[in-house]
């Protein structure tokens, strides 16, 4: 199975370019005010056609609403849902119920306990995102550029694909899959000279980084 590479936060026609032609699998863009990657409607309308079905296009939303995920859906038409909220079982049947498309559910980690959460989410989700638990006080739950103990995952039995994410980059990515067995890695940080910035040659280097570590994948 080959490894799937996300690029998240991109926001200029220009970095998207360089995430697609380096070979991408998913690109992200973040409809999420607070955030310094967010992208209003009409960016993401022009990205999404650039995109032009060379990668999947993940629209992330924080507890959305319903008349904001129509927004994304007429702007985008994502092929994934990323929930990086407070987002129930309950509401993630109802997104995929009333959007029709495949949820990627980000659960956040800080220590054992935050993955009972996993047999409610895997009977629903299509795919599970960990991520590093956000702070308290950060004014949003992802996109920090800090990792998680990837040890936690080391003995995961999850009958669903997943991907690993939290302040990855170039040079801890190998360990970060060895350690975890994930199918997919999502950056962010990792990838921009300041947050929301993206550097294209990061990107570049990170999915050749992720490419050279593609047989250590198992899920
Ligand atoms: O990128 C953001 O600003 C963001 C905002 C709200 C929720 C999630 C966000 N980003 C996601 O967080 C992870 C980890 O990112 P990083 O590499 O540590 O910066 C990743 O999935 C981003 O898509």
Aim: contains cysteine; glycine residues 8%.
């Amino acid at each position: 199975m080959s490894l799937l590479v996300k690029i998240c936060g991109l926001s200029t026609r220009e970095t998207l370019q360089t995430a697609l032609d380096a070979g991408a699998d998913m690109v992200g863009f973040v409809f999420f005010p607070p955030s310094p990657r967010h992208v209003s409607l009409e960016t993401g309308r022009e990205l999404g056609r650039q995109v032009n079905s060379r990668a999947l296009k993940v629209a992330l939303t924080v507890d959305a609403d319903d008349a904001t995920l129509d927004n994304i859906m007429d702007a985008l038409s994502p092929d994934i849902f990323q929930l990086h909220g407070h987002e129930s079982v309950a509401r993630l049947r109802d997104i995929k119920q009333k959007f029709g498309r495949p949820v990627m559910k980000a659960v956040p980690v800080a220590t054992a306990a935050d993955l009972a959460v996993l047999p409610g989410y895997a009977a629903v989700a299509d795919r599970i995102l960990f991520d590093a638990r956000a702070p308290k006080d950060a004014t949003r739950p992802g996109g920090l550029g800090a990792p998680f103990d990837w040890h936690l995952l080391e003995n995961l039995e999850l009958d669903l694909p997943y991907m690993v994410s939290g302040g990855l980059h170039t040079q801890n990515l190998a360990e970060a899959l060895r350690v975890t067995r994930a199918g997919g890695v999502d950056v962010s940080s990792g990838v921009e000279s300041t947050p929301g910035v993206k550097d294209p040659e990061l990107i570049k280097a990170f999915i050749r980084a992720a490419r050279a570590t593609q047989e250590l994948s198992v899920r």
